[in-house]
């Protein structure tokens, strides 16, 4: 007889638990999932990228995303805010000397483990629940309405508190041989471990609503990109507009922006909201001309890391263990490809019989590398969003860039356009003269970061 319940205690069932789940109960390891709320939920984060793809197609779940009839998403669209009298210089290779948008199509670059030329737009409460219904019937025990309250380390074996239905009368104590947190930004264990730190950086806020109707292609060059995940620039100060197809008719649209400037607007959300898309007229009309159906809601503690994401006998996976600003659409990616590595670790530390820390060196040098990766290739397009469009736009760059933008980030080798990028970066802010210097952003995060 065992001294546990279930060989993994999965705390969360998000993208990041349900996809360990299915991973480490297809390996035969016994997995319970507890989520604190009764699926299908809302939940911002609507666009992947492609490097979810591969994920999927192990284990499982590429087909039933596929049958969910989705919006496929064959690309990425920036517009930008300047107007023609402020045409945006090139790095000087031979292409048009000004631009108001960019754009990449997935298909232009092959990817090991992609056999399809496009992603999804995503229903999130309706994606979230098909991944956490396959995990079920891959065999993880699910419980929902099920929040861990607490944690114990001290004996043989993690022992998880968990309350149902919110009240103590109901609590019920559940031993694993290992923790899994996936509980998304509520952090479980980044709390009780007291391992949260705030990012000094970035500290972004959203504020976002659903429209049915809108013409997406109101401020796109190439109509034929409509179906496209679109990030409009605005002529505001680290501020930004994603629009994202939900289906045929209803778009996904949020302003994305420090939060210090919105408590400095002393405005309500509506207002601040429809502010900001006023700074670009088109877009406004756009947004006026459509029917909103949903209230706005704000999305808070976007950006933060984690002192450590694994120890003897857990482990942090997705927003759990680390959030960066979501321009990019790494949420979902992050959140499954880090549930696939941190399984292959999982399904052998359970081999060995051993779920000490050092088990999981593997998936944590992975995950340090590829948000680092995230973080910096972030932190160079706030600083510098010119550039980023620059190296888009050119050939000699453009398939770095876009082994970027799929998600691309797991190997060993740090991304060319990355380095080139970082030193020209370096190169504009230390020259007040150069062409580039006057469109510098205000945020400025160190090469490297450290924080994870």
């Known amino acids: 007889m065992t001294s546990y319940d279930f060989d993994i205690g999965i705390v969360g069932g998000g993208p990041a638990g349900s996809t360990a789940a299915s991973y480490l109960t297809r390996a035969g390891l016994s997995c319970a999932v507890f989520e604190s709320e009764t699926f299908p939920r809302p939940h911002v984060g609507e666009s992947l990228v492609p490097a979810t793809t591969p994920v999927l197609e192990e284990i499982g779940a590429l087909a039933v995303v596929e049958a969910a009839g989705f919006p496929r998403k064959y690309g990425a669209a920036w517009t930008s805010a300047v107007s023609s009298a402020d045409r945006i210089p090139t790095l000087g290779h031979q292409m048009p000397s000004g631009f108001r948008e960019a754009s ?232 499954l490809n880090g549930a696939r590595l941190a399984s292959a670790d999982i399904i052998a530390a359970a081999q060995a019989g051993d779920f000490g820390k050092p088990r999981f060196a593997p998936y944590e040098a992975s995950m340090r590398r590829a948000l680092r990766n995230w973080y910096e290739f972030i932190s160079i397009y706030y600083r510098l969003n010119i550039l980023f469009t620059a190296f888009v736009q050119d050939p000699r760059y453009r398939l770095d860039v876009l082994t970027m933008l799929q998600g691309s980030f797991y190997g060993e080798d740090e991304p060319a356009a990355l380095i080139k990028m970082r030193a020209l970066t370096r190169h504009i802010e230390d020259n007040p003269g150069h062409l580039w210097h006057r469109h510098l952003g205000s945020l400025r995060a160190p090469a490297l970061q450290p924080l994870f």
């Open 104 to 335: 990449i199509r997935f298909s232009e670059r092959d990817q090991d483990g992609v056999h399809q030329d496009y992603t999804y737009h995503v229903d999130r409460a309706k994606f979230d629940l098909l991944l956490l219904e396959h995990a079920k019937r891959c065999g993880a025990v699910v419980y929902q309405d099920s929040r861990a309250r607490a944690v114990d380390f001290s004996g043989p074996y993690p022992r998880l508190r968990i309350a149902t239905n919110g009240g103590d009368a109901r609590e019920r104590e559940v031993t694993v041989r290992m923790v899994v947190d996936a509980s998304g930004r509520g952090t479980f264990l980044g709390n009780k471990l007291r391992l949260k730190v705030a990012d000094p950086v970035f500290n972004q806020y959203a504020i976002h609503t659903w429209f049915d109707g809108l013409d997406r292609g109101a401020l796109a060059v190439n109509k034929d990109q409509t179906d496209f995940i679109f990030i409009h620039f605005l002529p505001l100060i680290d501020t930004w507009v994603w629009q994202i197809p939900i289906t045929d008719t209803i778009t996904s649209v949020g302003v994305v922006t420090q939060k210090q400037r919105f408590a400095a607007s002393k405005t309500e959300r509506e207002s601040f909201f429809w502010d900001c898309v006023g700074s670009r007229p088109e877009l406004r009309k756009a947004l006026e001309g459509a029917q909103r159906i949903r209230p706005f809601r704000s999305e808070g503690d976007y950006s933060y890391g984690m002192r450590q994401i694994c120890g003897d006998g857990w482990l942090l996976v997705g927003d759990a263990a680390r959030f960066v600003d979501p321009i990019f659409s790494s949420g979902v990616s992050v959140a």
